[in-house]
């Protein structure tokens, strides 16, 4: 069982550059999200998304841009890396809906430093 | 808007002590609740979750937690606290009534003492 799959694992950028974290679930999940978690602070919401071509701001958008164009993929780019990006990125996807308890399945993280 | 602490950020306990970690919601209904377990560079997985019936829940490697809605909190336990046990927990909510996101408290960093 893949769950929820994200690459790069580890990543080194420069101020300035882009890139793209991936994310992939196979649960057939409707909801997505991307979480960034600094030491001692707790998880932030970044970005999610309730479904293919929906997608919507959480609390720490800026910098960041998401597309949801399936099910499955949910990528996060980061334009123009800044050192406060520096952080653990978690993708997380879950079933919602009325009645369903909507727990969170979580991908294991990609570690980004930007020097 | 609902949210979630946890009392203490940081919590030490002997091997085999009890471990008890704290986690109070605000909502004046009962939502859904989970307590998550994330160990040293990994990800967040469930340790178990309340969603309606009996209020004491059981979990995963000796866990469990109990609902006290006059309390409105949902504290984690274990009897005997094992190494294996030092973690970063997080306790979280998802309202009942419609769709939600999950809020997460800010986490308790468990150490076990030899």
């Known amino acids: 069982n893949a769950g929820v799959t994200q690459t790069p694992k580890f990543r080194i950028l420069k101020i300035g550059q882009s890139m793209t974290l991936q994310c992939a679930q196979d649960m057939n999940h409707n909801y997505m999200y991307w979480y960034r978690q600094d030491p001692g602070m707790g998880l932030k919401l970044i970005y999610y998304s309730v479904g293919a071509g929906i997608t919507d701001k959480g609390e720490v958008p800026n910098g960041y841009n998401v597309s949801r164009s399936t099910t499955e993929d949910f990528p996060l780019r980061l334009e123009l890396a800044a050192p406060s990006q520096t952080s653990v990125y978690f993708c997380?996807?879950?079933?919602?809906?009325?009645?369903?308890?909507?727990?969170?399945?979580f991908g294991e993280g990609s570690r980004l430093t930007v020097l | 808007a609902q949210s979630v602490t946890q009392l203490g950020s940081h919590v030490s306990v002997s091997e085999g002590a009890l471990v008890l970690l704290r986690c109070n919601y605000s909502s004046s209904v009962p939502p859904y609740l989970f307590w998550y377990v994330q160990y040293p560079n990994q990800g967040l997985q469930l340790l178990l979750k309340?969603?309606?019936?009996?209020?004491l829940v059981k979990g995963i490697n000796g866990f469990e937690a109990e609902f006290k809605k006059s309390e409105t909190s949902f504290h984690l336990t274990k009897p005997s606290a094992h190494m294996s046990d030092a973690a970063e927990y997080f306790c979280a909510v998802r309202p009942k009534t419609s769709y939600d996101k999950v809020i997460f408290g800010p986490g308790t960093s468990l150490s076990v003492i030899p």
């Open positions: 309340y969603t309606t019936g009996a209020t």
């Open positions: 997380a996807s879950n079933s919602a809906g009325t009645g369903v308890t909507g727990e969170l399945f």
